[in-house]
């Protein structure tokens, strides 16, 4: 009895799911985080995570639409957010199977809650901790001053006796 893949567990994979171990692979080998960012985070191209609302389309994570702008492009429309074309499956030639797929991964991306931090959001709320933990490490050798010279006081205090 020979299966083509496992149906449970963390190897169970439904075709164009977002888990398939070659989605990244798919991602780097068409170039699409040259203009989408690695984490979906946009730049040159359309922000995939939260994805960008475009003009004349009622649902961006529609399947088919996302589909269908991968396999065919995008022109510019007025009033969309970036004025960018899409390429034609990426401006690389990557298989039908890897289209769905990463459709499957734009959709899970933003299902899964907020996206990950944009670095300037990153360092903002980094410098905020540091400078926090400056003040009050700044704030204990106050008090550990004053405790302190209060004991050299009480000691020659004590030697004068």
Wanted: glycine share 14%; proline share 9%.
């Amino acid at each position: 009895m020979g299966r083509d893949a496992p149906t449970t567990g963390p190897e169970a994979v439904r075709p164009g799911g977002p888990g398939r171990a070659g989605i990244l692979a798919s991602h780097r080998r068409s170039g699409c985080g040259a203009c989408h960012g690695a984490s979906l985070e946009g730049g040159v191209g359309a922000t995939l995570n939260p994805i960008e609302k475009l003009s004349g389309v009622p649902n961006s994570l529609d399947p088919s639409f996302l589909i269908a702008i991968i396999t065919n492009g995008r022109d510019p429309q007025p009033g969309d957010p970036r004025q960018t074309k899409m390429p034609v499956k990426g401006g690389a030639t990557i298989s039908e199977q890897d289209i769905k797929d990463l459709a499957s991964y734009i959709i899970q991306a933003n299902r899964t809650g907020e996206p990950p931090l944009t670095p300037g959001e990153l360092a903002k709320r980094t410098i905020f901790f540091v400078g926090v933990g400056i003040v009050v490490m700044v704030f204990i050798t106050y008090l550990l001053a004053q405790y302190n010279m209060r004991w050299i006081a009480r000691r020659a205090a004590a030697r004068r006796r």
